[in-house]
Every structure is written in structure tokens, then in C-alpha cells.
Nanobody, 121 residues
Framework: QVQLAESGGGLVQAGGSLRLSCTTS????????MGWFRQAPGKEREYVAS?????AVTYYADSVKGRFTISRDTMLYLQMNSLKPEDTAVYYC?????????????????WGQGTQVTVSS
């Protein structure tokens, strides 16, 4: 059974930082590209960042470029700096077999349950 589990969410003031983590089980982690997505209330799930199987290639949504950093070793991480109220959302990690530059949700096979990030102004 494949499981992805996010942790590290919470409440932070604008300008602050959080680090999200994602653990996986039931898959060979290094066989999958990994991504972070987020979903705010009343909005569709949106792409945040992705990383290739070996960790050498990364992509970011324009809205987070320069503020967020995705990385991986035996886990997946998302370092979030200079947080803004508009970053408030449930953040999901996902694993997929497609090309890392394909950022659609349909290119990811497995999803976590999400972790809430709330940024106060």
C-alpha cells in the first residue's frame, strides 16, 4: 500500500518561514518525480514545485520562485521563506512517473492527505 504523509504545517506570521516534509512508503522513492501542490478554500489545487528523481532538476510556480525551495534525500522537503497571506492553503506532496517538467496534477500517481499552512498578516 502506497502512503505519502506530509508534516510541518502550521500558523506563521507574514514574512516568516516553514519547512514541510513528506515521507513515503510502498514505493521506491528514487523511481518517482516528486511535487508539492496547494489548495486554498474555494480554489482549485495548484502546482507549487517539483523535483526530478535524482534531485538535480527543479521547477517552481512563478508565485513562489525565489521564496520556496524544494529538495529531497530520503524524504521530500519544501522550505518556505518570506511567507505571504496568499500562501495560506493545504499543501500536498505527490509522487509521479511522468517527466518532471510536466506539472499537471494528472501526471502524479500518488498523493498525501495534506498539511495546513496558515499565514497571518
Amino acid at each position: 500500500q502506497v502512503q505519502l504523509a506530509e508534516s510541518g504545517g502550521g500558523l506563521v506570521q507574514a514574512g516568516g518561514s516553514l519547512r514541510l516534509s513528506c515521507t513515503t512508503s510502498g514505493i521506491t522513492f528514487s523511481d518517482y518525480k516528486m511535487g508539492w501542490f496547494r489548495q486554498a478554500p474555494g480554489k482549485e489545487r495548484e502546482y507549487v514545485a517539483s523535483i526530478g528523481r535524482l534531485g538535480a532538476v527543479t521547477y517552481y510556480a512563478d508565485s513562489v520562485k525565489g521564496r520556496f525551495t524544494i529538495s529531497r534525500d530520503t524524504m521530500l522537503y519544501l522550505q518556505m521563506n518570506s511567507l505571504k497571506p496568499e500562501d495560506t492553503a493545504v499543501y500536498y506532496c505527490a509522487a509521479g512517473r511522468g517527466a518532471v517538467w510536466k506539472v499537471g496534477t494528472d501526471t502524479y500517481n500518488y498523493w498525501g492527505q495534506g498539511t495546513q499552512v496558515t499565514v497571518s498578516s
